[in-house]
C-alpha cells in the first residue's frame, strides 16, 4: 500500500522582494561612475503599470567618453594571456551569483517573467553555464600551424588571432542579463573592450551589473554600461571608434543597425528575429508532445526570438493534436509574475499588447479561428494576452509569416515529409526549428532540410554554451554562443616566414 506525500508549498515572496528595484541611476563609464546627462524616462512594471523607476540615459559627449574609455582599456586588456582575462570574467561570475537575489527582483519587475522561470531562465543559466564557459574558453590556444610551404623557396605559416577591438553590445529587453552576457562573456574572453547598451525598455538590470562591475575589480574601461534610447544606439553602432557592433533586436532595427555600422565599415553580428517550425510528424503520439510544446512557446509570455510558434502537424494527427493541447491551456496560468504559480506573464509595454492582439483580430478577419484559448479573466492591471493557438489560416497569412513576440500560436497542416519541408522553410526567417518524429533516421533527415541555425530533434535539450545560436535569413548574421560566438570578436592574422 502506498503512503501518501505531501509537499510543502513554498512560503509566500516577502513584500520587500516583490517592490525590490536596482537603486542605481548612474552609468559606468572608464571604471567611474557617472550621472547621465541625456534624455529622461520612465520605466514601467508590466504586471502593475506602475513606474518603479525614472531614469536619464547618456549625453552625446558621455557615449563618446564611454567609447573612448574602452579604446583606452583595449591594449592593456588584449595584453592579458587568455588565462588571466579568464580568471577576471570568473570574479565577475561570482559576483554575479553573489548579486542572484538583487538580479532576480530586478528582472521580474521590469521584464514580467514568472519567477518561477526567472530563476534559473533568467539568471542561473546565464551565469552558471554561460558566462564561466565562456571565462575558461579565453585560455583556449586558437594557433593553427599551416607548415611548412616551398614556393619560391621553404617558409613556415601560423594563422593566430587577435582581439577586434571595441565591442558595442546592444541588448533586448526580453532576457537583458542572457543577452547581456552572450555578447559580452565572449568578448571580454576574446580581448575585446565593451560599452554594453540595453534596451531603454529594460535598462534597470544592466544599471545593476554597473555596480557589480566595479564589485568584481574588472580593470577600469573594459567594460562600460550606458543607457538611452534610439539617438544613443545610433551614435553608439556608428561611432568610429567601435570596430564591432553585437545586436539582439528586430531584424527591422537590425538592418538599421547594420547600415550605420558599415559607415566605418565595422563588423556585425546580428542575432535578430524568428518564426520558429515545429514539425510533427505522423508517427509520433502527440498525446505525449502535445503539452511540451505548447508550454515550450509561450514561456516569458511568447516573448522569445525563438518561440517555436508556428506548429506544423501532419494532417493525420490534426484533431487529435488540438484535442490533447487542450490540457496544456489548462496548465497555462496568466497573471502575477511574483505567484509561483503563474507561467504566463504580461507583455512589456501597452503598443506591444494591443500589436499582440492585432495578430488574433486580423486572422478571425481572414477566416481563422481560436482552436484553443485561455478564456479565465485577466488581472485588471497589467499589459496581458491570454494564450490562442490560431488555425484555419493561409500560410501566407500575417500571423504564419510575421514574427508575433507574444503568447499566439499557429497551427497548420501537412501532406507529407516534402510539404511539411517545404512550409518549414516558407519564411524570411531561420533561426530555429523542431522536429518530432519517431524514426531517428527520419528526423535527421528531414533537420537537415530545414534552413535554421538551431533545429532541435524530439525536443532538444538545453541551450549549451559551447553550441552557436544564430539564424540563416533575415533573423541574422554570425553566431552567438560557442567558439563560433568566440570567433565573431577575433580577427585572422597570417604569420609566415623564412626557414
Known amino acids: 500500500m502506498s503512503v501518501p506525500t505531501h509537499t510543502t508549498p513554498p512560503p509566500p515572496i516577502p513584500q520587500e522582494v516583490r517592490d525590490w528595484v536596482p537603486a542605481t541611476r ?56 587568455g588565462a588571466e582575462r579568464g580568471a577576471y570574467i570568473h570574479r565577475f561570475a561570482d559576483a554575479l551569483e553573489a548579486a542572484a ?36 574558453a579565453a ?20 594563422v593566430v588571432h587577435e582581439p577586434v577591438g571595441v565591442v558595442a553590445a546592444i541588448t533586448g529587453y526580453n532576457y537583458p542579463l542572457n ?10 574572453a576574446a580581448g575585446c573592450t565593451v560599452v554594453l547598451l540595453p534596451s531603454p525598455r529594460t535598462p534597470l538590470t544592466t544599471l545593476l551589473l554597473g555596480d557589480l562591475i566595479q564589485e568584481s575589480g574588472l580593470p577600469p574601461g573594459v567594460m562600460n554600461v550606458i543607457i538611452g534610447g534610439a539617438d544613443v544606439g545610433r551614435q553608439l553602432s ?46 509520433v503520439d502527440v498525446a505525449k508532445v502535445a503539452v511540451e510544446m505548447h508550454l515550450r512557446w509561450s514561456r516569458n509570455a511568447g516573448q522569445g526570438c525563438a518561440a517555436l510558434a508556428r506548429l506544423l502537424v501532419h494532417e493525420s494527427r490534426f484533431d487529435e493534436f488540438v484535442e490533447a493541447g487542450a490540457s496544456a491551456f489548462d496548465q497555462m ?23 499582440v492582439q492585432s495578430f488574433i483580430t486580423d486572422s478571425l478577419a481572414v477566416g481563422g479561428r481560436k482552436l484553443l484559448e485561455v478564456t479565465k479573466p485577466l488581472p485588471e492591471k497589467g499589459w496581458y494576452v491570454n494564450p490562442v493557438l490560431l488555425g484555419g489560416l493561409d500560410h501566407s497569412a ?53 534552413r535554421a541555425g538551431t533545429v532541435w530533434i524530439n525536443g532538444g535539450g538545453g541551450m549549451r554554451p ?34
Not at 561612475?33 to 525614472?54: K, L, Q, Y
Not at 496568466?334 to 501597452?350: M, S
Not at 552557436?468 to 577575433?490: D, K, Q
Request: hydrophobic share 45%.
Open 398 to 450: 500575417r500571423a504564419c509569416q510575421e514574427e508575433i513576440f507574444g503568447p499566439i500560436a499557429v497551427l497548420v497542416p501537412f501532406k507529407d515529409t516534402e510539404d511539411a519541408i517545404r512550409l518549414a522553410n516558407d519564411t524570411k526567417y531561420g533561426l530555429a526549428a523542431n522536429v518530432w518524429c519517431n524514426d531517428p533516421i527520419e528526423a535527421r533527415r528531414v533537420a537537415d532540410r530545414v
Open 101 to 136: 537575489d538583487r538580479l532576480l527582483p530586478s528582472i521580474v519587475n521590469e521584464v514580467g517573467t514568472p519567477v518561477s522561470l526567472a530563476e534559473y531562465l533568467q539568471v542561473k543559466m546565464a551565469v552558471q553555464e554561460h558566462l564561466r564557459w565562456a571565462a575558461d
Open 179 to 188: 543577452l547581456a552576457i552572450f555578447k559580452f562573456g565572449a568578448a571580454l
Open 238 to 283: 556608428s561611432h568610429p571608434d567601435v570596430d564591432r557592433v553585437s545586436f539582439t533586436g528586430s531584424d527591422g532595427v537590425g538592418a538599421l543597425i547594420m547600415e550605420q555600422a558599415a559607415r566605418n565599415l565595422a563588423g556585425v553580428t546580428l542575432e535578430l528575429g524568428g518564426k520558429s517550425p515545429s514539425i510533427v510528424m505522423p508517427d
Open 333 to 355: 496560468v496568466v497573471g502575477d509574475p511574483w505567484d509561483r504559480a503563474t507561467n504566463i506573464g504580461p507583455l512589456i509595454r501597452p503598443d506591444h499588447q494591443a500589436r
Open 466 to 499: 559551447d553550441a552557436p545560436f544564430g539564424g540563416f535569413g533575415r533573423s541574422g548574421i554570425g553566431r552567438e554562443l560557442g567558439e563560433w560566438g568566440m570567433r565573431e570578436y577575433l580577427e585572422v592574422k597570417h604569420v609566415q616566414w623564412r626557414l
Open 26 to 81: 548612474t552609468l559606468l563609464v572608464g571604471g567611474s561612475m557617472v550621472e547621465p546627462r541625456g534624455e529622461t524616462w520612465d520605466v514601467f512594471n508590466p504586471a502593475t503599470e506602475a513606474v518603479i523607476a525614472t531614469v536619464s540615459g547618456a549625453s552625446a559627449d558621455q557615449v563618446d567618453a564611454a567609447v573612448l574609455a574602452a579604446r583606452n582599456a583595449f591594449p592593456a586588456w588584449a595584453a592579458l594571456s
Open 139 to 158: 585560455a583556449t590556444d586558437r594557433t593553427v600551424h599551416l607548415g611548412r610551404y616551398e614556393t619560391p623557396w621553404p617558409t613556415m605559416s601560423d
